[in-house]
């Protein structure tokens, strides 16, 4: 019977199995602290399969390097014995919601989610400390006393100290960021689809070291764009030399190969800005716009592409270059009054197509979508919060919900992605997947994490009972989800004949909430070495007395690579509780004293695997017992222990 590991993935040893992959002769043997023999990498030897020639030392090359780097790449590749404790009294909708909100320092919980979520994200979006000298921001040695840390950092959470301000005058301004950056994208990135996209968002302080290490982790030739987004209306107060009214989002992708051309649907503000123009063709294919039929820079030539065109008055026109569209399309599109000819004050005509709101079958057209976000400004978000929050300010500078929103229909590709956001802040990202899955009737799934950062005890915020930024968070999509149901019910009271309402039902407004803490399990269970003859009398069990059913059973949906978000269901069979994850994906007891007459009705789930604890059965007799019994009821059933 197999033994659950309970620990997350090892992303060394991983490593390690790839390279072997491709190079076998590298992969050697070595011993490790306890003189145990275990697979290493030679690395001079890697270093010459990668190089054209003879490799004898360290030579420069094009690199970002900074205190600190190695030791974060060496964090992001080592387990943590951590785990995830649902929170059901938080939660809304806990038993049917397939959206999850994880408190806990955000690097543990992307490692603790490696097995379960490799591969499946199709989006993340994060919003991190900008690195201005006053942001909060993760610090990598824990050892520092507290005293230390009030002293020299300026702030302790309740589990000792990992946040800390990272102003200017630290020495390692820069490195102490890019480290806390570096350690997290590398481990996210494995969480992420093939086709899967990234979007972070930076101002001026740090986007060019943030572009290099995205560049070393997602790869150079998978960067997408860098958006500019316009934050402000214009004017106010001149900050050192010039005003600044824009941020910037950089975009990767997991593989620009699998990346396709990019389309959101139109705004009612982008039609009434651009389609001002009306023809003969307006009942079916509604307004239009121009734009110029000649290619406005230097092209491949292509000679099909070089023709004249005659204009109305019989002026015959040349292009300069050459046009967009063959000779056979131009005069069809004429003929369909698709082109429309302008005659600029100088008496010179130039020709332009027509792009129409709605394609030949009445349809509304995707827009294109621009590295240029406006329209959607920093006080949009500030409102949106006072509005949730009845006046109060609550949460600084949000992010408005129409600018995620934006960032979700040029990253997702199908109305049940999963969205993942570690940087969830008043969690902006998950009311505006709920506000995207209203307007279409999609069934995208947010995960939030965010650090329980202590809120100021001088804040708006704290005088309103929220202690913590996940306090906030949490609270924001209680209400928001509220307030979307509303509308749709309000909306679907006023729709027209032929309108189809959205029903307010089918919306998940729910989250279920976990915390991160210690592992379940005793650490003898980790390092059984360490176990002394006097210790025997207090290790009957191999898991900590005060963890529930639940939390069992999220560390094995983590520890099998299940999803959270799984359907539960929790039954009492013969006296024994048991919990059936998604009809047979994995069925849990976790009694000590189990009736043997359930294993029948269990086997007749045919489940894909079972778990119990060690402490469930007396002896080995009745290991064997069960084991048997799943071989001739349900051999493709696999049984594991904790």
Request: charged content about 30%; proline content about 3%.
């Amino acid at each position: 019977m197999e033994k659950l590991k309970m620990q997350t993935p090892d992303r060394t040893k991983k490593n390690i199995e790839r390279i072997a992959q491709v190079f076998p002769n590298v992969v050697t043997e070595a011993q490790d602290d306890n003189g145990n023999i275990k697979k290493a990498v030679d690395f001079d030897l890697l270093r010459q399969q990668l190089s054209g020639v003879l490799v004898e030392d360290d030579n420069e090359r094009y690199r970002l390097d900074w205190p600190g780097k190695k030791a974060s790449l060496l964090k992001a590749n080592t387990p943590v014995d951590k785990t995830l404790r649902p929170c059901r009294g938080e939660s809304v909708n806990f038993d049917t919601t397939e959206n999850l909100y994880i408190e806990g320092d955000n690097f543990e919980v992307l490692k603790i989610l490696q097995e379960s979520y490799l591969g499946k994200i199709k989006m993340i979006y994060i919003d991190p400390p900008y690195n201005t000298g006053n942001d909060f921001i993760y610090k990598d040695d824990f050892k520092k006393s507290k005293e230390e840390y009030e002293e020299d950092l300026g702030v302790e959470d309740e589990e000792g100290g990992k946040l800390f301000r990272n102003t200017d005058s630290n020495g390692r301004f820069h490195s102490d960021w890019l480290s806390m950056m570096y350690e997290r994208l590398v481990v996210a990135r494995d969480l992420l689809r093939d086709d899967g996209v990234i979007f972070v968002s930076i101002d001026d302080n740090e986007v060019h070291n943030l572009r290099k290490i995205c560049d070393e982790i997602f790869g150079e030739e998978n960067f997408v764009d860098q958006l500019i987004w316009k934050k402000r209306y214009g004017g106010g107060a001149k900050e050192k030399h010039l005003v600044s009214l824009h941020e910037y989002i950089v975009m990767y992708c997991r593989n620009i190969e699998r990346l396709g051309e990019i389309f959101i649907p139109l705004t009612e503000e982008s039609i009434a800005r651009y389609y001002k123009l009306k023809d003969v063709n307006f009942e079916k294919r509604g307004p239009y716009r121009t734009h110029p039929l000649e290619a406005g820079k230097a092209v491949d030539a292509r000679p099909n592409l070089i023709f004249e065109i005659q204009a109305p008055d019989g002026t015959i026109i040349k292009p300069k270059r050459q046009w967009y569209w063959n000779k056979e399309r131009v005069e069809t599109a004429i003929s369909n009054n698709e082109i429309e000819f302008i005659k600029g004050q100088n008496g010179v005509w130039t020709v332009h197509s027509k792009q129409y709101l709605k394609d030949e079958n009445g349809e509304i057209r995707e827009g294109k979508s621009f590295s240029i976000i406006d329209e959607v400004y920093s006080q949009h978000g500030t409102n949106e919060t006072l509005e949730i929050f009845g006046n109060a300010k609550i949460f600084s500078y949000p992010k408005p919900s129409l600018l995620i929103k934006r960032f979700l229909q040029i990253g997702l590709e199908n109305e049940d992605d999963i969205v993942l956001d570690f940087f969830s802040g008043s969690a902006t990202t998950a009311h505006a997947v709920m506000q995207l899955n209203a307007e279409d009737g999609g069934n995208r799934k947010f995960i939030m994490v965010q650090h329980p950062e202590q809120t100021d005890e001088s804040s708006e915020a704290y005088k309103a009972s929220y202690k913590t930024i996940a306090d906030i968070g949490k609270e924001r999509i209680r209400r928001a989800g509220k307030k979307i149901i509303q509308e749709l019910k309000e909306k679907s009271q006023q729709t027209k004949l032929g309108e189809e309402a959205a029903d307010p039902a089918k919306l998940d407004i729910g989250f279920r909430v976990y915390k991160t803490d210690t592992t379940n399990m005793k650490d003898i269970f980790y390092h059984p070495t360490e176990l002394q003859q006097t210790a025997l009398g207090s290790l009957t069990s191999n898991i900590k007395e005060d963890r529930t059913p639940e939390d069992l059973l999220t560390q094995v949906l983590l520890d099998l690579g299940l999803e959270l978000s799984l359907p539960i269901e929790k039954k009492i069979i013969h006296g024994n509780t048991v919990f059936i994850v998604q009809t047979n994906a994995l069925v849990a007891c976790f009694d000590n004293d189990i009736n043997f007459k359930i294993m029948d009705e269990i086997a007749d789930l045919q489940p894909l695997k079972v778990v119990f604890k060690d402490a469930s059965f007396k002896d080995d007799k009745d290991r064997i017992n069960v084991e048997e019994r799943f071989k001739r009821l349900s051999p493709e059933t696999r049984i594991t222990v904790l």
